[in-house]
């Protein structure tokens, strides 16, 4: 929902946008990077890598696909802002909000914008609302991330699949119980 608000903004209100190009490829990523490093401090990949634990509750997760009774499935485990708490989300979400009130800004007084400027635009926003600015990759790559949230999750599975009753269990249990 967050980031698709943005590719949204970037695909109606770049000039030259082309959904194929590096430039383009590469602006996804590296927003979604600048927004978690300025509310938490870390990318999308640190965060995953830090916070994926099968030993925590939800392995860590805050939401997921399924939520709240449902099974946390491999899928889950590897997006960053299901390990995010509330009050990142919260951050999250004031940030898509500033950058698309900042892009609503710029197409109602016909500044041309190309696909290269939103990334000064987004840097000069976080600047100027006083957020840490990502410089870089981040320590971790995606591909660590995935690889130790993979680890994590099959470990975690074991407990999941021990302890989890299904809506079918659960009836059963409830009907038996009526029974008695």
């Keep these: 929902m967050f980031y698709q608000k943005i590719t949204d903004i970037f695909s109606e209100c770049s000039i030259d946008y082309d959904k194929n190009s590096e430039i383009s490829l590469n602006f996804y990523k590296t927003i979604q990077n600048k927004f978690h490093f300025a509310i938490t401090g870390k990318t999308a990949a640190e965060i995953v890598y830090d916070r994926a634990d099968a030993q925590k509750k939800n392995m860590g997760l805050t939401t997921w696909e399924k939520s ?3 099974k946390i499935l491999k899928s889950d485990v590897i997006i960053a802002k299901n390990y995010l708490d509330e009050k990142e989300i919260k951050g999250l979400n004031n940030l898509v909000n500033l950058f698309l009130d900042i892009a609503e800004n710029n197409a109602e007084r016909n500044i041309p914008m190309y696909m290269n400027d939103w990334k000064n635009e987004v840097e000069n926003a976080l600047k100027l609302f006083h957020y840490d600015i990502l410089d870089g990759n981040g320590k971790i790559s995606h591909k660590q991330a995935i690889q130790k949230a993979a680890s994590e999750y099959e470990k975690y599975k074991v407990i999941q699949d ?15 119980q009526l029974e008695k």
């Design 68 to 70: 709240p009774d449902g």
């Design 162 to 176: 021990k302890n989890y009753i299904s809506d079918f269990d659960k009836l059963v249990k409830e009907t038996e």
